[in-house]
Structures are given as C-alpha cells and as structure tokens.
C-alpha cells in the first residue's frame, strides 16, 4: 500500500523551543486590521485538496472558505501508480492544467525508495485516468529521510516562463534544506539547522527575491519563515501567534487575494481546520478560524491541487 511516514524531529533550534502544551488553535482571537480586512474576504476563496487513495491513485475534492467550510464532491482516480507502492515524502502541490476535451494534465513532485521523481497524469473531467498518462520521471537520488518536499516557483506573468524554481525539504532531524532547479536536475544551496521543532510548513507567498511560509512548532507558536533568494540559505523568522498553534502536522494554504486560506491538519485525531489568514504582518496578522471540514475519504497525506500560474501574495 502507499506509506507516508512523518518521524519526529528532536532537536531544539532557532530560539522556537518547546514549550507547555496549551490549547488547541480554535481559541485564537480574530484580529482584524484596516490593512488586511480585503484579504480575509473568504467567501469566494477556495483550497482544492488532494490525497493519495486506497485505490492507487489520488482523490479531489474542493473546499470553499465559508463560515462554515463547504465541501465539495470527491473525484476519485485510481490506478495512476502501481502497488506495491511505498511513497516516502508527499508533496504540498500538484499543478493542473486544463487541456482540451475537459481533460486535465497533473503534475508534482514526490519521493520515493530515495528517489525524488515528477509524478504525471492526465484526468478526464470524470477523473477517469487517460490510460497511459501516468508518468514517473525520476530525479537523482539522496532524498530519503525527508517529512516533505515543498516547490515554489516564482511566474512574473501568466504568460511568462518560471523565472525561480526551488525546492525545500526538512530532514526528519530537523535540518532543513534548499535545491534549484538547473533544468537537467536539482542542486542543494544550502543548509540550515535550528528548524527541528518546527512541524508544518505552508508556502504563503513567491516573490522574485524571497519565499514565504507560515510554520508552526511544537510550544504553540506560528510564525512566518522568510527566506531570500540569495545565498547562503538564511531563514528569517517572525512571530504571528504564540499560543495554541502545536496541535498541527501539516499545513496547506493556498492564495485568497493578498492573504490566504488555510487548511491545518490535525493526525492525531483525523481533525481540519480551515482558517483565512490575512497578508502576513506579524502578529497584526488577521486570522478567522472558518471551522472543520471532515475530509474523512482517502488514508494519505493531503497536498493541494492549484493551477500552473499560482501567484502566492500572502506576505
């Protein structure tokens, strides 16, 4: 069966050490300032949320940033891999891209046996697979180890070509890395230690100079992890919440005009939350808990579908 393992980092680091368990993160306040009131017009938002199925493919369904979430109807595609089938780290992001037909071309990256590969399909808008599509290309190896892989990649312009595509990945010690696409491959920029009791990583916004991502840690705290696009690897972290953020494993957010709506998943007890978070402005950052959706279909990790021109403006 597909396998996603998570080990748990042990290491304190970057001044975000552990502290008392405290309450959940519903009990957040609201804050809510004139400069971030647009972005947490959810409404019209909306996070469209993958997972890895019992039938060896992937599942889709879309959740709208309501008050309550609404939940849309799961589109089921079996068979794009093959068992026996043992995925290492999942992705936060496969890209779509609509083709002719109604048809769908999905592509992102995962690992597996060590290997970091590009995983490609084309579904028909039943999600039905076009049979022969599913593609695994494969990457060098040295990926194994990793709690995720996270690709951000900086579009000027629908029309324009990725001028910046990186990779990030966290070792299950806590060290956490930097890779640049070359064209033929991916090479490491750099090393950071000092993130290992930080849990999940949510990539909020892509500019041509740095990368921004909303992260939580083990004491409670949330903070925004800037990292510049020059070398070396030099995160910059800024407190958002220093409360009730612990219970989280993973978090995918995807863009609400210059915020962003996010989902945070809770392993231990099959809980998601769905929140608005306003643009990133420390701890005057505007955040709204929407409330639970149950995405109880489908046994693997949850990653986001979004489309080829994905442009994050949430810091």
């Avoid at 947490?40 to 199925?53: D, M, Q, R, T, Y």
């Avoid at 709506?261 to 978070?277: E, F, H, I, K, M």
Wanted: one cysteine or more; glycine letters at 12%; hydrophobic letters at 40%.
């Amino acid at each position: 069966m597909l396998r996603k393992t998570i080990a748990v980092a042990s290491a304190a680091g970057l001044a975000l050490t552990l502290g008392p368990v405290l309450e959940p993160a519903q009990a957040v306040p609201t804050v809510r300032t004139a400069h971030t009131a647009a972005a947490e017009v959810a409404a019209a938002c909306a996070l469209v949320v993958g997972s890895f199925n019992q039938t060896w493919g992937q599942n889709r369904e879309v959740v709208t940033a309501t008050a309550p979430p609404t939940e849309g109807v799961v589109l089921s595609t079996p068979n794009i891999y093959q068992a026996p089938f043992g995925i290492g780290s999942t992705p936060t992001t496969f890209s779509e891209t609509p083709m002719t037909g109604g048809r769908t071309a999905r592509v992102g990256k995962l690992v597996i046996s060590g290997y970091l590969y590009d995983s490609s399909a084309i579904v028909r808008s039943d999600g039905s697979l076009v049979r022969g599509s599913n593609v695994l290309k494969k990457y060098g190896g040295g990926w194994s180890g990793k709690r995720f892989v996270v690709q951000a990649r900086y579009k000027a312009s629908a029309a324009s070509k990725p001028s910046r595509t990186t990779l990030y990945a966290q070792d299950t010690s806590g060290r956490f890395g930097r890779w640049t696409d070359l064209g033929t491959g991916f090479r490491n920029t750099g090393y950071v230690g000092g993130l290992s009791t930080m849990k999940a990583f949510a990539l909020i916004a892509t500019t041509a100079t740095y990368d921004l991502f909303l992260v939580n840690n083990r004491a409670g705290g949330l903070y925004t992890l800037k990292i510049p696009a020059t070398s070396p690897l030099k995160p910059v972290a800024t407190p958002v919440r220093t409360t009730s953020w612990q219970r989280f494993e993973k978090m995918t957010a995807a863009p609400c005009g210059t915020g962003s709506t996010v989902l945070a998943q809770d392993q231990d007890n099959g809980s998601y939350y769905v929140y608005a978070v306003g643009h990133a402005n420390g701890t005057s950052t505007a955040i709204r808990n929407l409330g639970k959706v149950t995405l109880n279909w489908g046994d693997f990790d949850r990653f986001r579908f979004a489309p080829a021109y994905d442009p994050l403006n949430g810091g």
